[in-house]
T-cell receptor, first 116, second 114 residues
Framework: DAGVIQSPRHEVTEMGQEVTLRCKPI?????LFWYRQTMMRGLELLIY????????DSGMPEDRFSAKMPNASFSTLKIQPSEPRDSAVYFC??????????????FGQGTRLTVV | DQQVKQNSPSLSVQEGRISILNCDYTNSMFDYFLWYKKYPAEGPTFLISISSIKDKNEDGRFTVFLNKSAKHLSLHIVPSQPGDSAVYFC?????????????FGQGTILTVHP
């Protein structure tokens, strides 16, 4: 398996523009996570899905952020309109649902977003 | 409100010596604790884990210790190698009905000097 695939790897955009980040999870995984990495807060969970259904979006900073998972192999994170403070590295991760057992998450390589 | 905290932003160690990375958590309901390692321009990769029913787990040069009464875990790397230089994140699952959800600390930058 190719692992979790994110695109683009780098994105530079102007303030006010719409940004869409994409993720393809590992085939067969039931959970999909969107994280944001910043110096101050480390890896911050934004939202996660279980079987394509959003379970917890309490980490989404504002209404400008939205995420969708239309099928088991694709998810998007959209920021509209983007602001300079959204500049960060955004990671997508996926894991297998093993009920009440340990499960590790596998991460993509991330998208470095710069909003100027 | 950070449920998982890594209070040391960075750690510098000489090659061959022991590296000790620390992590504190607040919720006694957490079931599993994990350590991830991250190199620049790459995603975090899983390193080692421990269940809350254990107090130690060892994998080669890496050992994780869990002190439930203190809500503290640590990662020991012995001996440290320059290739271990990376950012280390501790993480834990949310427990309850959210076993899949992982909460991470802020990370500790480890530098191992030759």
């Amino acid at each position: 398996d190719a692992g979790v695939i994110q695109s683009p790897r780098h994105e530079v955009t102007e303030m006010g523009q719409e940004v869409t980040l994409r993720c393809k999870p590992i085939s067969g995984h039931d959970y999909l996570f969107w994280y944001r990495q910043t110096m101050m807060r480390g890896l911050e969970l934004l939202i996660y899905f279980n079987n394509n259904v959003p379970i917890d979006d309490s980490g989404m900073p504002e209404d400008r952020f939205s995420a969708k998972m239309p099928n088991a192999s694709f998810s998007t994170l959209k920021i509209q309109p983007s602001e300079p403070r959204d500049s960060a590295v955004y990671f997508c991760a996926s894991s297998r649902d093993r009920g009440r057992m340990f499960t590790e998450a596998f991460f993509g390589q991330g998208t470095r977003l710069t909003v100027v | 409100d950070q449920q998982v905290k890594q209070n040391s932003p960075s750690l510098s160690v000489q090659e061959g010596r022991i590296s000790i990375l620390n992590c504190d958590y607040t919720n006694s309901m957490f079931d599993y604790f994990l350590w991830y390692k991250k190199y620049p321009a790459e995603g975090p990769t899983f390193l080692i884990s421990i269940s809350s029913i254990k107090d130690k787990n060892e994998d080669g040069r890496f050992t994780v210790f869990l002190n439930k009464s203190a809500k503290h875990l640590s990662l020991h790397i012995v001996p440290s190698q320059p290739g271990d230089s990376a950012v280390y994140f501790c993480a834990t699952n949310a427990g309850g009905t959210s076993y899949g959800k992982l909460t991470f600390g802020q990370g500790t930058i480890l530098t191992v000097h030759p």
